[in-house]
């Protein structure tokens, strides 16, 4: 064989007579270099490969490393396995199907006849730990795959065996730690011992492949670290985290429901719906200042509009169709093709550009049922979506006036820690690569050009085109996607789009697909979880409650509420025969901003005291100091409640390098 060479990251060449893997090209550099490696990159891919995989000529590689942001996801993996063997050496019985990796850990579904339970988890620990202490090397096999089928039929593997049948290769690779082994795709790290610390956090019931016509399994949830501090300082971020738990402030706030027959699409209360309008309205305000029209589009389509759009081709797995008088018609994910018809149903001259679209049309994408998280992961959502058709010579001030729009809205939401990242082109992709060249260069320019630090996401962007990623970091330090600016140049080629230049010659505007809070659920989710439940004002369902002393000063309590409601104020008068203390306790518990008390002595001189929800008491204010005190916090979207946030609850912009 001729010689193979090898292409490091800075651009250096390592040489072989054969394909090596990247473990020994890691040997080639240095013995603690190869002790550290778990995986590679190739050819700027984002996916991990196994370390033991041989490296064709001309590979440009990346070695993952103990130290690389992407270890966790190679060391989780071979935790899964790690406790999938010690499971079945307790209960050998236990039958195994697939075992993830998931955000923050991983998971692993078996069919056991036996039902696991939070008991179970400390004898799981302590094998996974005698494995784990073994430093048992993690061997891959290649076998033909009537071998592999063969194999798991006589250890009644039943799953294992359904998923070598569906797989379309004609060979399958095992992992083998001793004497157990397991199908897998990789990639893993080259001995247990690699793993330095799991814990197992829950167990819950899963369908088989999520289809609850399918087996009931039990799924075990753990995770995994290179380190035994960071699992401490995770799972006491995970304690901290429970306390927020968007679903459990829901329940006790009421703000949404979910129902069996309607999985994954939260049913919003009045309390819940309020705070999604506010949001809605908050949005459209600065809609108008920022030049955008809102539209109305449909939510159903025929699919010949999502086989122009590249949706059907690209994205089919995620959509949702029907049938109807022999035409075949599909929901729609996303409302960019949608808005295409529409700037394409009308003439348009460079004068009108850029044209700016929004559209708080609902969407509907496809989840597994496993993958579903209360409202931070739905299948039917709305967002705050918008498409911005523009000239090339346009794009880098709308990409500046994309980050005004989202700097305000962030700062007054508190959200003033986020991270860029620029997604550039996945491997399923629709367009040339003139486009995507273009495409992404203008992305980073206009970055550069108004002095915006961000990072590259290789591989993660749209199908259509690359994007800037708005990494939302929340009071636990936890990063969420929420916002998003795309840069697209394919669909208006897919839908033939054009606008009249000033040389009246036809000219094909750029697509920008933007959003600044993402999806209206998921966002309340993650933003409930980031203030604990104390909502501003502005956005809280009851802003005021009003708290009588003794029923003799109900006339007062009543004019008061009267009056507040007459200004546009959210308030309720609780007037049960309960004591004080009782009811200051429960508005805390359902985090009103401000509670109004009302006494003998207040109504007799028609003043009231304030209890703010951070404990502080403001006394002898009359009515028109206490409207004004609460409208001006309103109208200000403040961020707390109380006359000191007057001044400003100003946190100085500051974006994460």
């Not at 290769?169 to 992992?175: K, L, N, V």
């Not at 429970?242 to 979910?258: I, P, S, Y």
């Not at 001030?397 to 550039?424: H, Q």
Request: proline letters at 5%; charged letters at 25%.
């Amino acid at each position: 064989m001729s010689q193979i060479q090898i292409i490091l990251p800075d651009q250096s060449v390592k040489t072989f007579d054969h394909e090596p893997s990247a473990l020994e090209v890691a040997q080639s550099i240095g013995p603690r270099l190869a002790k550290e490696t778990l995986g590679v990159k190739i050819n700027g891919s984002k996916e991990i490969m196994d370390l033991r995989m041989p490296l064709k000529n001309g590979t440009k590689i990346e070695l993952v490393t103990t130290k690389s942001p992407d270890a966790l996801e190679v060391v989780r993996h071979s935790a899964a396995h790690i406790m999938a063997q010690a499971v079945q050496s307790i209960w050998p019985e236990v039958k195994v199907t697939i075992g993830p990796v998931i955000e923050n850990g991983f998971y692993y579904d078996f069919d056991s006849p036996i039902t696991f339970s939070e008991e179970d988890f400390e004898k799981i620990e302590k094998k996974m730990q005698e494995i784990i202490a073994a430093d048992v090397p993690l061997v891959r096999e290649v076998w033909p795959k009537a071998k592999a089928i063969e194999t798991f039929k006589n250890m009644n593997e039943r799953f294992k065996v359904e998923i070598i049948q569906d797989l379309g290769d004609a060979e399958i690779s095992i992992y083998t730690q001793g004497k157990w082994f397991d199908l897998c795709r990789g990639p893993h790290v080259q001995s247990t011992g690699q793993v330095k610390a799991v814990k197992l956090l829950s167990v819950a019931g899963a369908y088989w492949r999520g289809d609850e016509k399918n087996p009931m399994l039990q799924r075990l949830y753990a995770t995994a670290f290179l380190d035994k501090k960071d699992l401490e300082t995770y799972l006491k971020n995970l304690e901290e985290a429970k306390k927020r738990d968007h679903r459990k402030l829901g329940k006790e706030l009421g703000l949404f429901q979910f129902h069996q027959w309607a999985p994954g699409s939260p049913f919003f209360t009045g309390k819940g719906a309020t705070i999604y309008t506010q949001l809605q309205n908050y949005i459209r305000e600065l809609y108008r200042e920022f030049g955008y029209q809102e539209v109305i589009t449909p939510q159903i389509f025929d699919v010949e509009l999502f086989k122009t759009s590249g949706h059907l081709a690209n994205y089919k797995e995620n959509m949702y169709f029907t049938r109807v008088e022999e035409r075949d018609f599909a929901s729609k994910p996303m409302n960019c093709p949608s808005h295409c018809l529409m700037f394409g149903a009308e003439k348009h001259s460079y004068r009108e550009l850029p044209l700016r679209i929004a559209d708080f049309g609902r969407l509907h994408r496809f989840e597994l049922s496993g993958a579903m998280h209360g409202l931070t992961r739905v299948r039917t959502f709305c967002q705050d979506d918008a498409h911005i058709f523009c000239a090339m010579d346009q794009l880098q001030s709308e990409i500046a006036g994309f980050m005004k729009l989202l700097n305000r809205v962030y700062d007054t939401l508190g959200m003033n820690n986020y991270k860029i990242y620029l997604s550039t082109r996945p491997e399923k992709r629709m367009g040339s690569e003139e486009y995507w060249d273009m495409a992404e260069n203008a992305l980073k320019q206009a970055l550069e050009s108004i002095n915006l630090p961000y990072e590259i996401n290789p591989g993660d962007g749209a199908f259509y085109g690359p994007k800037l990623d708005i990494m939302f970091v929340d009071a636990l330090n936890r990063p969420w996607q929420l916002g998003t600016l795309q840069v697209d140049p394919n669909l208006p080629q897919a839908f033939d789009l054009t606008y009249t230049g000033e040389d009246n010659a036809s000219h094909r505007p750029v697509m920008l697909h933007r959003a600044i809070l993402g999806s209206l659920e998921r966002f309340i989710g993650v933003y409930l979880e980031h203030t604990a439940g104390h909502l501003p004002t502005w956005l809280s369902p009851i802003q005021v409650s009003i708290l009588n002393v003794t029923d003799r000063v109900n006339v007062f309590c009543e004019e008061v509420q009267k009056l507040l409601e007459e200004k546009g104020v959210r308030v309720e008068f609780d007037r049960r025969n309960e004591k004080l203390n009782f009811k200051i306790r429960e508005a805390q518990l359902q985090k009103t901003p401000y509670m109004i008390i009302v006494g003998d002595k207040e109504a007799e001189m028609r003043q009231v005291s304030i209890r703010l929800r951070t404990g502080e008491n403001i006394n002898n204010l009359t009515v028109d100091q206490m409207i004004n005190m609460i409208c001006g916090d309103i109208q200000s979207r403040h961020l707390n409640p109380g006359p000191q946030s007057q001044a400003k609850n100003n946190q100085t912009k500051e974006v994460s390098h």
